[in-house]
Structure formats: structure tokens, C-alpha cells
């Protein structure tokens, strides 16, 4: 929606009382360095320029209402009570950003909200993370002069999600929706939060982004099982070396401990980790010197590795990244995100990208019976106040 038609939607929602101010959230694709976030390892990820936007004013009471035009819905929330409602549904991820920096002490009043977003829900772009960091935001620069400093609405809009609404994710997505940089990507090492940005800028290539419009809901998914099982290997690579997390291993420490690890599924998992991390390093240093068929071959191994070993990518997720690399002018392609459903992305020549989504779009459909989404993108910046 362009954002004078919202504003108009926003008048006649609320009336045309008092200074209207405008916010955007990006959402987020990662490259690669998947499950690796809650390993304390490295993630490479840089937020897109498709996201939420949000006109907001303040009310003179405790009263948050928030009215999203995409499920066409309003969230009544009274900040005298922001306890979690299951109820409540997707309000509840605004609530737990507001609930945590009420906690730490940060300035709050009512709102009049009107959101609308651009992101596919569930696909695994981090529509959550960019109502999370937009509510953060605005909070901020509402109520509190714009001085919240960044990593603290990271921390609040991340621990909404883990603690509050219940999803144990890792940082990566908050991290990347805050601090996205215009045609740059970010190597975020997720254990220190140290970054570095990348200029991504793919020369005779684009990035596709290719939704299986196969939902997923982190909630009930395998999310919270693999980093169980990641717990678990840690836990027995511990015994016999003193490390913090699993990303502190490197592919020879871990091949000296893999014969500790008993149970195949984890030490499938552990495997995964470890060489991912390794491959988040090189393809950071290939992007830097712009080496772009070296850098999509790492795309193609990790999706291996998520398929095989650390088995969260499902047929939808591989059809189409299998789909995608049959394609003569694409080379690479992996799920990004959670998986189970979701995205995938690929690296294709960018004079046949369209008759790439025609090819792709049609074998898809007829091999999964629906049809998936593309979308062009370019890397944008992270959450903004518009003007
Ligand atoms: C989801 C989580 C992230 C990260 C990815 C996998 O997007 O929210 O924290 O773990 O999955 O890389």
C-alpha cells in the first residue's frame, strides 16, 4: 500500500486529529549460515525492501490500538495490562516488544497504529522480527527522543519472541531487520554480536527469492527439537573440551570429538553446525572479492547440509532449489531461514531471471500441485522513521 494511501486509511480509522508519523521494518533474507544463530556462530544475512509500514500518533491515554490492513483486524491493547493472551494472536508480538522495554524502564503511552506490510506471513522472510523491530522503533522514537540505542531494541524486539510469545529463535532476524544497510550484507558473528558489512552487489546476477508457499509455523514445527539436539552435542562435546558453543569448533576439532557423539541424528546435526560456520567465513571473503559462481557453490552445499544433515528442508524446499539449479543460467540456490517450508533463494543470470520464473513457476506447480511466489528485491536499509 503507498504510504499517502495509508495515511488516508489512517484518518478514516482514527480521524484526522494531530500529527501522523510513519515507520518502516524491513524483513530479512539470509544467505547462508543457517541454525547457526543459536550456536554462537557466523550468519550473513541483510534485510530486504519489502516489510511493514506503520503511521502512528500518540493518545493521551494507556489505550494501543493497532490496526493491520493486511488481515484487516484492530488489536485493542491497554498498557496497564500487557501480560500475554493467546488470544490476542499476532498483536501478542507488538505487546511482548512493549512489555519488555516497560520492563527495563523505557517510556510508554497510548497509540493509534495503523500497520500494513508487504511480506509474506510464515515464509520464513522474518515478517515477525519486522513487527517486533517496527514497534521497537516507534517506541523509541515516540516516547523516548529516538535514544534507545540499537542493540537494546534488538534485545527487547528478540526476547518478545523467545520468552514472551514462545518461538526460542536466534538473534539473526532482529539483528538483520535494526541494522540493514542500502546494497550491503551483514556478517553478524552471532556469539559476540561483532558485524561487518559487505557491500552486496551481485554484478551479471540477481538474488530470486522463491516462496514454496508451503507454511510454516516455527510454534509447531522442528525449531525448537534441533536446538535441543544442538544443546545435546555441545553438552558431550564439553566433557572433553571446554568450549562455549558449538561454533567454536573448527571442522578439525570436530572431527577429532564427532566419534563421542553416539546418536547419529545429533552428530548429523553437530556436523551440519560446524561446517556451515566454516562456509559463512569463505563466502563472506568471496562476496568481498566479488566472487560470485565461488560463492553460490556455497549456497548449494548448505542447502545440501540443511537437507541432509541437519534435515529441515521437505519436499516443497528441495523441489524448488532442485528445480532452480537444473536451470542453466542459475548458479546456486538454498532454503533460507527456518526451512520446513518457507523460502528458498537463487543466484541467476540477470537477462534470463524472467524466463527463469516461468520455468521454475510452472515445473513447481506441476510437481507440487500449487503455485509459488517470486520476488526481486534489492538489499535495503534497516528499520527507519519515513521522512
Ligand atoms: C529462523 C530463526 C532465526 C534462525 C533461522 C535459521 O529464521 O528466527 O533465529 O535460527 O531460523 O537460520
Known amino acids: 500500500m503507498h504510504i499517502k494511501n495509508l495515511a488516508d486509511r489512517f484518518i478514516q480509522s482514527y480521524g484526522n486529529v494531530g500529527d501522523i508519523r510513519f515507520f518502516f521494518s524491513p524483513g530479512r533474507v539470509n544467505l547462508i549460515g543457517e541454525h547457526l544463530d543459536y550456536n554462537g556462530g557466523y550468519v550473513f544475512p541483510y534485510a530486504i525492501d519489502l516489510g511493514t509500514y506503520a503511521c502512528v500518533r500518540k493518545r493521551n491515554d494507556t489505550k494501543i490500538n493497532i490496526i493491520s490492513t493486511n488481515i484487516d483486524e484492530k488489536a485493542c491493547i491497554d498498557l496497564r ?59 523509541s522514537n515516540l516516547f523516548n527522543e529516538g535514544k534507545i540505542d540499537k542493540f ?18 536466534g538473534i539473526m532476524d532482529q539483528f538483520a531487520v535494526c541494522m540493514g544497510k542500502k546494497n550491503s550484507a551483514i556478517l553478524l558473528h552471532c556469539g559476540s554480536l561483532k558485524h561487518e ?26 525449531y525448537n527439537e534441533r536446538r535441543e539436539e544442538c544443546g545435546e552435542a555441545l553438552k558431550i562435546i564439553k566433557r572433553n573440551k571446554n568450549i562455549g558453543s558449538l561454533c567454536n569448533l573448527t571442522i578439525e576439532n ?28 569463505r563466502a563472506y571473503e568471496y562476496i568481498r572479492n566479488d566472487k560470485i559462481e565461488e560463492f553460490s557453490k556455497l549456497l548449494i552445499e548448505s542447502h545440501e547440509s540443511l537437507k541432509n544433515l ?45 524466463d527463469f520464473i516461468e520455468k521454475i513457476g510452472r515445473k513447481y506447480r506441476t510437481e507440487i500441485g500449487y503455485y509459488a511466489n517470486f520476488y526481486l528485491t ?5 528499520a527507519l522513521e519515513i521522512f
Open 81 to 139: 495490562n500487557l501480560e500475554f493472551n493467546k488470544e490476542d494472536d499476532w498483536a501478542n508480538y507488538p505487546k511482548g516488544v512493549m512489555y519488555m522495554l516497560k520492563k527495563e524502564g523505557y517510556a510508554l503511552n497510548g497509540m493509534d497504529i495503523l500497520i500494513s506490510g508487504n511480506l509474506p506471513n510464515g515464509a520464513g522472510l522474518s515478517s515477525s522480527a519486522s513487527l517486533e523491530i517496527l514497534m521497537a522503533l516507534i517506541i
Open 310 to 354: 541437519y534435515e529441515v528442508t521437505g519436499k516443497e524446499l528441495d523441489t524448488i532449489v532442485e528445480e532452480a539449479l537444473a536451470f542453466e543460467s542459475c548458479i546456486g540456490a538454498k532454503m533460507t531461514g527456518a526451512g520446513f517450508g518457507g523460502c528458498a533463494i537463487a543466484i541467476v543470470l540477470k537477462d534470463r531471471v524472467n
Open 152 to 169: 537494546t531494541l534488538i534485545k527487547a524486539a528478540h526476547r518478545a519472541e523467545g520468552e514472551y510469545v514462545g518461538v526460542n529463535c
Open 197 to 222: 558489512y559487505a557491500k552486496f552487489l551481485l554484478g551479471d546476477y540477481s538474488l530470486v527469492i522463491m516462496n514454496t508457499n508451503k507454511q510454516r509455523n516455527l510454534n509447531k514445527s522442528k
Open 254 to 281: 570436530y572431527e577429532e570429538l564427532e566419534s563421542l557423539i553416539k546418536d547419529e541424528g545429533i552428530r548429523k546435526r553437530a556436523k551440519h553446525v560446524v561446517y556451515e560456520n566454516d562456509r559463512v567465513k
Open 378 to 382: 534489492g538489499s535495503g536499509e534497516g
